[in-house]
C-alpha cells in the first residue's frame, strides 16, 4: 500500500494505517449516530419524557472496547517505534549536520557532502548535530524524524532498502529559509556507492580547498546566488573588483569589492551593509572561517566575473 524505503518503514505504516482506520470508523460512526438521534429524538408532541440511571452493560461496553482499541494502538507503536532506538552495532556512523539553512553529512576524515550517499541494505547510524538553533532531520520515504537541537546528541538510524532518491527536509521551523532547508538522500548499490566514495575522497583530499566548496559547505549558497539572481543576499556574480553602494553607520558610501571588503563583509556584515538589503541576515563567519578560507573564497569570486 505504502512504500517504505527502509527497514523502520513497516512498523511505522502499520500503527499509522491502524490508528487511521479506527480514527475513521469512529467519525463516520459517531457521525451518523449523532444524525440518528437528533432526528429520532428530536421534540415531538405528546411525548412523555423519561428518567434513566446508569447502565451497567453500556458502562462496560465503553470502557472495554476503548481500552482495547488503545492497548491495539499501543501494541502497534511499540513494536513499530521501539527498534528505532536500537542501533546494530555494525552500523555505518554519519553526523548529521544542521545550520541555517543547510543540510551537510559528516563521513569522518573531513569528508562532507550535503548529500546523504549511503549503500543499500547496509544499516546506518546518524548523529544529529545542529550549529545554531533547532531543527529536526525528516526523510519521509524512509519514515525517519528527529529533532537536532544544539547541545544535545540525538540520532537516528535506519536500513535503506531501495535504491533511489529520496527527499530529505527540515521539519522544525528555524527562521527565513526553513522551507529550502532540502537535501537528497541517493542510495546505491555496493559497487557505485564505493566508486562515489573513491571519487569523493579524491576529492577532498586534493591540498587547495576549493572557494566553491567553502560557500558551499558553509551554506552562503543558501542566500548569495552565483549566476546573478537575488536571494535573501546579493549575488556573488560579478562583485569582485566592482563598486558597491554600501551603508556604513549612518552614511552612504561607495566602495570597492576587493578582498579587504569581502573581508570585511564576511566576518562583520552589518558594519557595511549593501544597499537594497537588510542588516542582521548574514551572521558573522569570523569563528568558521580562517583569513586563507576568505582567500579562496575571494579567488573563486574573480572567475565569477
Ligand atoms: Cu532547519
Not at 557532502?113 to 538553533?133: F, G, I, M, Q, Y
Request: charged share 20%; glycine share 8%.
Amino acid at each position: 500500500m505504502f512504500t517504505g524505503a527502509s527497514n523502520l518503514a513497516d512498523g511505522v505504516d502499520r500503527t499509522f494505517v491502524f490508528i487511521f482506520s479506527v480514527a475513521f470508523i469512529f467519525i463516520i460512526g459517531i457521525t451518523a449516530f449523532m444524525i440518528y438521534t437528533v432526528i429520532h429524538f428530536s421534540r415531538k408532541k405528546g411525548n412523555e419524557a423519561k428518567q434513566f440511571t446508569g447502565s451497567v452493560k453500556l458502562e462496560i461496553i465503553w470502557t472495554v472496547i476503548p481500552l482495547i482499541l488503545v492497548m491495539m494502538m499501543f501494541y502497534y507503536g511499540w513494536v513499530g517505534f521501539a527498534p528505532m532506538r536500537k542501533v546494530p552495532a555494525d552500523a555505518m556512523k554519519i553526523t548529521a549536520i544542521g545550520r541555517m539553512w543547510q543540510w551537510e553529512f559528516d563521513y569522518g576524515n573531513g569528508m562532507k557532502s550535503t548529500e546523504l550517499v549511503l549503500p543499500v541494505n547496509k544499516p546506518v547510524r546518524v548523529a544529529l548535530k545542529s550549529e545554531d538553533v533547532n531543527h529536526s532531520l525528516f526523510i519521509p520515504a524512509f519514515r525517519v524524524k528527529e529533532d537536532v537541537i544544539p547541545g544535545y546528541d540525538n540520532y537516528l538510524w535506519f536500513v535503506p532498502t531501495f535504491i533511489g532518491e529520496y527527499e530529505i527536509l527540515c521539519t522544525e521551523y528555524c527562521g527565513l529559509l526553513h522551507s529550502s532547508m532540502l537535501s537528497k538522500a541517493r542510495i546505491l548499490n555496493q559497487a557505485d556507492y564505493d566508486n562515489w566514495f573513491n571519487d569523493f575522497k579524491t576529492k577532498v583530499s586534493q591540498p587547495e580547498p576549493d572557494g566553491y566548496l567553502l560557500l558551499r559547505n558553509n551554506g552562503c549558497i543558501a542566500c548569495h546566488s552565483l549566476d546573478g539572481s537575488k536571494l535573501v543576499g546579493p549575488s556573488l556574480k560579478g562583485l569582485f573588483g566592482n563598486e558597491r553602494i554600501v551603508t556604513s553607520g549612518n552614511s552612504q558610501i561607495t566602495v570597492k569589492a576587493d578582498e579587504k571588503y569581502i573581508l570585511n563583509s564576511i566576518y562583520d556584515p552589518d558594519s557595511q551593509v549593501v544597499s537594497g538589503f537588510s542588516k542582521g541576515l548574514m551572521k558573522s563567519y569570523k569563528e568558521l572561517l580562517k583569513e586563507s578560507d576568505i582567500k579562496s573564497i575571494a579567488a573563486y569570486l574573480k572567475t565569477l566575473n
